[in-house]
């Protein structure tokens, strides 16, 4: 059973720094997600990894995918206060369309 | 076109009652998912659908939960007898198909207060 972990859970920082949050799964996975949600809200498609070696970008935010390591990565470039909410990774099994989801990054961008 | 649409938003239950949670997903969507999401959580899977039928509830926590989507497009989770643990938010998310590495998106969620 695909088991999904993030850290850091909760991640506090200056406008302007760079960091990273990382997502580890326990078993092959065939796709990798990244979702955010704000507050209140529902999730929000980023990302969709689905090959060793991939990465994507969408303004300050980068994700890459490391099938031989089981991990994916999503790095935040010069980071701004409307970044802030809780990012979530998801991966799939093969053949099986349900996601399984790490319990999330809560993400604060001090000013 | 529409995203995926959820009602009610909001639905607060006294122990012991039923309630009926619908979602509306995407036009033309093949798949239809159910996810719970307790508090400071992540979205946990319950169960979904390919057209009308329904090829995995291994999420579903009791026999209380139950899902159907009768006419392969609007779908609805039903829970019996609530129970206070069954208080959280229920979203679904639809797909454009199955069998490939489709994006899910999700609707708004319902959010299930049971006291």
């Known amino acids: 059973e695909l088991k999904v972990e993030q850290n850091p859970l909760f991640l506090s920082m200056q406008e302007g720094k760079n960091y990273t949050i990382y997502c580890n799964y326990s078993t092959t996975s065939d796709r990798l997600y990244w979702y955010r949600q704000d507050p209140g809200k529902s999730l929000e498609s980023l990302f969709v990894l689905l090959s060793n070696g991939a990465v994507k970008q969408e303004g300050r935010l980068m994700a890459s995918l490391d099938t031989k390591a089981r991990l994916s990565t999503l790095h935040i470039t010069a980071a701004v206060h409307d970044l802030s909410a809780t990012y979530f990774c998801?991966?799939?099994?093969?053949?099986?369309?349900?996601?399984?989801f790490g319990t999330g990054t809560r993400l604060t961008i001090i000013p | 076109g529409a995203g995926v649409s959820q009602s009610p938003r909001y639905k607060v239950a006294k122990r012991g009652q039923d309630v009926a949670l619908r979602c509306d997903p995407i036009?033309?969507?093949?798949?239809l998912f159910w996810y719970q999401q307790a508090l400071g959580q992540g979205p946990e899977f319950l169960t979904y659908f390919q057209n009308e039928a329904q090829l995995d509830k291994s999420g579903l926590p009791s026999d209380r939960f139950f899902a159907e989507r009768p006419e392969g497009s609007v779908s609805t989770l039903k829970i019996q007898r609530t129970q206070q643990e069954d208080s959280a938010v229920y979203l679904c998310a639809s797909s454009l198909a199955i069998g490939g590495p489709y994006e899910q998106y999700f609707g708004p969620g319902t959010r299930l207060t049971v006291t």
């Open positions: 036009s033309g969507h093949v798949s």
């Open positions: 998801a991966g799939g099994d093969f053949g099986n369309e349900k996601l399984t």
